[in-house]
């Protein structure tokens, strides 16, 4: 009789082994409604409560929009993702709400129940750094701190470079982790869930480079100005 980890799953590559690996308790439907409402009602509070915030509501959409989206980000990175740098020895055999969703997430990339390094790496890094750096960019906009935009590059560029290298090491694999042209698995859950993070962080680093520029243009006249006087 097949023991835990010779049991039959559902990741791929089909003869991957996974030790101590139990399926998920709950219906896919039901794990992403409850992961989604989850972001949905924290948002939901931001947006209501930036309508309060004069400085804020004087401002374009794109302002609230930008401050949700570093929300979700700073919520998914500091409980998904550093939830799986805790626990990713036994992901495979944890029934909790977030464990689920990795379960459900690997039949996209088998790589998060295999501890692959450069995952492994990937996400502690993004759980430790890139989280705390959202919920930062997030305070630095709603307070109108000058260091918005430095920070808002940074967490961008982390985004960026990590998401890059996520698709390319999987790219130089062949795709092997994964039931390639899947619609949910491979281009919903493993193309499309991505893109976003580089998408997104794209536009807004291009936003902090314009900012950054312009301030130091300013910087550099008033200097000249200066010179000039003297």
């Known amino acids: 009789m097949a023991s835990n980890a010779t049991r039959v799953h559902p990741y791929y590559p089909r003869d991957l082994y996974i030790p101590g690996y139990v399926p998920n308790e709950m219906e896919v439907l039901e ?5 989604s409402f989850l972001l949905f009602v924290p948002a939901v509070i931001l947006w209501v409560a930036m ?7 004087e401002k374009p959409y794109t ?4 401050c949700v989206w570093f929300l979700i980000t700073g919520i998914i990175h ?27 997430y690997s039949k996209g990339d088998s790589r998060y129940l295999m501890n692959d390094t450069f995952i492994v790496c990937m996400e502690t890094i993004t759980g430790f750094i890139d989280g705390p750096l959202s919920f930062l ?19 961008c560029l982390c985004q960026l470079y990590g998401d890059v290298l996520y698709f390319m090491t999987e790219y130089k694999e062949d795709f092997i982790h ?15 869930m991505n893109s976003i993070w580089i998408v997104i962080p ?6 902090s480079v314009r900012n950054l520029t312009k301030a130091q243009l300013v910087a550099d006249f008033r200097i000249s100005a200066n010179k000039k006087r003297t």
């Not at 960019?137 to 109108?144: D, N, P, R, S, V």
């Open 31 to 35: 794990i992403l409604s409850i992961f």
């Open 51 to 57: 309508t309060k915030i004069s400085r804020i509501r």
């Open 63 to 66: 302002m609230r929009l930008r």
């Open 78 to 104: 500091s409980s998904l993702e550093l939830y799986f740098s805790l626990h990713r020895k036994t992901l495979a055999g944890e029934q909790t709400l977030l464990a689920q969703i990795w379960k459900e």
């Open 137 to 155: 960019t997030l305070y630095a906009f709603l307070t109108g701190k000058p260091y918005r935009y430095v920070v808002q590059l940074m967490v």
């Open 178 to 192: 994964g039931e390639m042209g899947h619609f949910l698995h491979f281009w919903v859950y493993f193309f499309f």
């Open 202 to 207: 794209f536009i807004f680093a291009i936003d």
